[in-house]
């Protein structure tokens, strides 16, 4: 069913208690004041508010109400909502606190069934409340927004109203604003979904603390980034975050790397705090057409262009220096002293026209500008922005600025505001704003889940059980052959070669090593010989159901490769370089499965040791390509094989030519 | 010679055109804008500006003038100076530009000359002048800023008209300013020996983008932070940061990890951008007295919380959860529902009451708080404000704020600003000043150059001589023997015990392992010889001198160790854990010499392999004290021995119990 009508209603009733102070009063005067034009009370006395008439249940009431938002107490919320489904209405905004948040979970399952059967969509419960500035909406008890093009999605209500406060007092304008609350029946996933299709929406924000169904999420995300720009703040980052977001919403915040590689997969940029997110939005119709990462500084001092190029170079930018043709022109444009290596410093005599021409210059070379004109409080800053807007608007790239200090500074600052340069606090944000829309670029997009299901009838596999599946997948393992005797082991040695590694085969030993079930190098048939009746000693008191011998693998740079389940967002694979040290560094990169080849390639060169790989001391680079390779196949694994639970392939060799996987261990689903 | 003249002049005459729109002109405007009594005007005409007489030199002006600020052309400075000094003037501010930074060095050595000649002590030249709020007096070009007990060291006269300007439009009150520019006089070393004495000074904002006298620098920083707290901004600090220092001041930037390490060894705050510094001064007086690292975070809503926790845990501030006491105190204040884990969650219905009797219970147990009051448009914030005010003054440590949205927001925000508890823009940022603040309990102190200097009279050092050199400084080597025969090595094989190691001695070969000149793991008598002739085989046709037989040493962790000696700030050492991993990651870190212990121990703990030298999969820990101790004796060689150029201990062998420097390199100054 539709949920347009909980965006555009016609008429809205406010369900609650109108005496003065209480909710349903505060909300009648934020419709009102927001010049919602058709608002009534409903309430058991029948009690009017304001211009607001009032009637005691919905079938009193005009017959034009297609909106209930209610403020009254828990305990009366389904009469109300059968009251009003019974009158037609089919959507609803429950404000009222009071049910799975606070132990009540039965309550709110009433609701859900009752908004079920007269098929009535709803916002919360215990929220506060949606905005839709497009038709003077303004349904919560939160600031009054500006009117835009930015629609926000909040799971905190208060952080919702921070967000709106914020465009009440600046120049960010909101479209839509939903903070939904306990999300019983919309949430997260669905209002993305509606946010993504609706024209009136430019970019979305979404404030989350968690997420329930992962892949859902997921695909309303990627969804919603091929259309138009998703910020995301997601909070409990931080182990004390975790503990706090559990508390605050009784779920389970899930492992926040992996929340990491979802939003990058599906091409959403995740920032940190409101005030990086305030700034974006506030840029995002400038800035929204960032086609790369080279960021040229034109500035009028010195020492703000180095703290700018600092932090351009901290978040990732680029600020590479001009062309030699770029900078014979520049030459020409500018006085002797001027700096001409990015940051172009047009020195304390710049001219508004000299601003002007050295924007044009840098963008025909550069993705962006930041411009920075730190004046004098005896000056005017006016004919500046000036000249810059014009350069802006004449070169179509995003262009920022940072302008401080002048006789007429706010004009000039709102000149360039209106003019599609938006003005940042600090030139610094400006670059944290353009880091952030770099991001928009990766999107890596492999969104598909649909895989031919293959069903393992055991409760177990056996080493070699495992590594023939791996096989078959096109994952490339040492050769192996089971063998029951002595003698049969003799017989794989010589078909496979010399050296080899003898295993021992039973099901109850689990770590071979630890009880010298692994014998390695042997070169001759006395060695297999040996090696079969001393595993067969270790073996025969258990369950000893003979050996495997194995190739003896040339060993290469050691990589680990993994993948285990997130309860949010399903197979994750893992990768890192082996060895201690990654161990002791934590240096494991962690992607949503299942991985593109451009995803492999981009999680192996994410771990910090990438450089061993690509070769050091002068030694050339391991095969990086069919490391990928095996981390596509291994990706898709948990697809194809649903009984499976994890794996690990530890160690893999990355040699200079191939990659071989060592080790190979599944944990089937209990 | 006193300064004070500088920053407490009895009259002052701005020497230059005051023609309309000439800088004479502004600067007088400005000094007269901000009360300062006594102003006269110097200009070859003897032109008057507004109030201000005028004269055609000093001589003919009122004898009590004992500053000149300068604003002429570069080519009329000296003349001015010398006419000034001529008067008894023994101050001057030379705004002036074109000197060395325009490529006119002996124009500055004309007006240092002049200076020294007449004892008069300057700022400038090329700056943008200077302010001491206490006295009304306004040297300078830039904004005038609101009064106050901050005061501001900077090489641009742009960033300190930033925060100068940031000061008239906010609540930060400044008491001194200087733009020392191209500092031919006065640089910061010595404007912050001057503050660091100043009673009018409570803390000291700089921005440095080079230093030239490092350990003079050091010297006064620690001097200073004795005193007060001091916060840098040092640019510069990216490759392409660098580039543009370069191009700005003509100076090359210092690595950027040495002033990192200088500036921490001092007790002096590094931030990254105006804004942090901003906030930092700003809450300067409440916040100067943190103790340590745990902060308590109380809010009236769940998501700032979170965001908050999160952002603490980033910057290295300590969440923990609340005792079982403190919980059940809490319990007792507070509804059901609030959050009692940190962040205390007293809900939106929480009551000022409440927040007052909150902060105060947890500052029992914390070292600072950070209150969050999320309002409605609504409701009130000031009672809140007042609550929190008082419970902050009871309790003496640190609070700040983030308050927002509320009927009388302004007032509440004004109320806990004037009464110590400052209000951030958000409470991320009140965490990022907390996390500055608990650094300044860092410094290591250790600034002490004072050794007995020991010369060395020679070209190089053979290996068994720098080892006897480390010896003697008490660093574990290695037992060795210089042996000329082979009988004579035979002999000191037997001193010393098999195994051995046997190497050539032989000056002209530097890379002994890459030609075979060293033999491993002998074992006997017959090895020894074998070893000795093979050696001499390998050294004879170039300078054989004979072998070191030197004991086989236990294997440890690997960890390497470094002396050099840097431009600006002299001997560094440097710290790392062996092998390739470390190398590829860059995991090595630098501190400025000499190390006292605890910076030692600092160094070794800040690496990130650091859990492999505490013991990783169960293994005991290698003897981190024997570590730290070999560090503080390496870090004071370079003082013992100024001819000594470069030390490299690779690899030294850390052992449960000692460690042992396996193989020493001296590189002497040439």
Redesign the interface.
């Known amino acids: 069913m539709s949920i347009d009508k909980l965006f555009y209603p016609k008429a809205v009733a406010v369900c609650g208690s109108v005496s003065a102070g209480k909710l349903g009063a505060?909300l009648i005067?934020r419709l009102i004041a927001g010049n919602f034009k058709k608002v009534y009370a409903i309430n058991p006395k029948g009690k009017g508010y304001m211009e607001t008439e009032g009637y005691c249940s919905f079938k009193d009431a005009p017959a034009d109400i297609d909106m209930a938002v209610i403020a009254a107490p828990a305990s009366a919320v389904c009469g109300i909502l059968d009251d009003a489904g019974n009158a037609g209405v089919r959507a609803a905004v429950i404000i009222s606190s009071g049910f799975s948040?606070?132990g009540y979970a039965e309550l709110e399952q009433e609701v859900i069934a009752v908004c079920k059967k007269h098929g009535i969509r709803f916002i919360g419960p215990n929220c506060a409340g949606m905005v839709n500035t497009s038709c003077c909406l303004l349904a919560t008890?939160?600031?009054?927004p500006s009117p835009g093009r930015i629609s926000i999605i909040?799971?905190?209500?208060?952080?919702g109203?921070?967000l709106m406060?914020a465009s009440a007092a600046g120049s960010l304008g909101i479209g839509k604003f939903v903070s939904y609350g306990n999300g019983a029946d919309l949430n997260a996933t669905e209002l993305l979904k509606y946010l993504a299709d609706d024209n009136d929406t430019s970019a979305i924000a979404m404030?989350l603390?968690n997420i329930n169904d992962g892949r859902s999420f997921m695909e309303a995300l990627s969804y919603a980034t091929s259309k138009k720009p998703v910020l995301i703040?997601k909070?409990?980052?931080?182990?004390?975050?975790k503990?706090?977001?559990m508390?605050?919403?009784g779920s389970m915040a899930g492992a926040d790397a992996v929340y990491d590689a979802a939003f990058s997969k599906c091409g959403a940029v995740r920032v940190?705090?409101?005030?990086e997110m305030l700034d974006v939005c506030g840029a995002i119709d400038s800035v929204k057409q960032l086609e790369g990462r080279r960021v040229a500084i034109v500035t009028?001092?010195?020492?703000?262009?180095?703290?700018t190029?600092?932090?351009?170079?901290?978040v990732g930018l680029l600020?590479?220096?001009p062309s030699e043709a770029l900078r014979a022109k520049l030459k020409e444009l500018l006085p002797p002293?001027a700096?001409?290596?990015?940051?172009f410093?047009i020195t304390?005599e710049g001219t508004a026209e000299q601003y002007g021409k050295v924007i044009e210059a840098v963008l025909l070379e550069y993705d962006a500008a930041i411009v920075i004109d730190?004046g004098?409080?005896?000056l005017k800053a006016l004919p500046v922005a000036t000249s810059v807007a014009d350069a802006a608007k004449k070169c179509g790239k995003p262009v920022l600025a940072d302008f401080?200090?002048g006789v007429d500074i706010d004009a000039a600052v709102c000149h360039l505001n209106e003019n599609g340069v938006p003005v940042l606090?600090?030139s610094?944000?400006a670059a944290d704003v353009l880091a952030n829309m770099a991001k928009f670029n990766k999107a890596s997009g492999k969104i598909c889940f649909d895989f031919e299901e293959k069903h393992i009838d055991k409760d177990f596999l056996l080493e070699y059980e495992s590594m023939r599946l791996f096989s078959d997948a096109g994952i490339c393992m040492p050769r192996a052959v089971f063998a029951k005797t002595a003698d049969e082991a003799v017989l794989a040695a010589e078909q496979i070669g010399y050296p080899v590694c003898v295993k021992i085969v039973s099901p109850k030993i689990i770590h071979k090593s630890d009880v010298g079930g692994v014998k390695l190098n042997i070169r001759d048939e006395k060695g297999v010989r040996d090696a079969f009746d001393a595993l067969y000693e270790i073996g025969r008191e258990k369950d000893f159901c003979g050996v495997i011998v194995v190739e003896m693998l040339n060993k290469g740079v050691e990589v680990i490769m993994g993948m285990t389940r997130d309860p949010q967002f399903g197979p994750v694979v893992a990768f890192g370089?082996g060895?201690?040290?990654?161990?002791?560094?934590k240096?494991i990169a962690i992607r949503v499965a299942p991985l593109s080849k451009a995803e492999a390639l981009d999680i192996i060169s994410s771990v910090?040791?990438y450089?061993?790989l690509k070769g050091?001391?002068g030694e050339a680079p391991c095969d990086i390509e069919a490391l990928a390779e095996m981390l596509v196949k291994l990706s898709e694994l948990p697809f194809v094989y649903p009984d499976i639970s994890e794996i690990d392939l530890n160690p893999v060799f990355a040699h200079k030519t191939g990659a071989v996987a060592a080790d190979a261990r599944i944990i089937l689903k209990k």
Chains 1, 2 share one sequence.
């Open positions: 505060v005067e948040e606070a008890l939160e600031a009054a909040s799971q905190s209500g208060a952080i109203g921070m406060a404030y603390e703040i909070s409990g980052r931080s182990e004390g975050g503990r706090a977001a508390s605050h919403t940190e705090s409101l005030e009028n001092s010195g020492g703000p262009g180095v703290l190029t600092d932090r351009c170079e901290k600020t590479p220096p002293h700096g001409l290596a990015n940051p410093d304390v730190i004098t409080p005896y401080r200090v606090p600090s610094e944000r370089l060895g201690i040290y990654t161990e002791a560094l240096d910090k040791a450089k061993l050091v001391r």
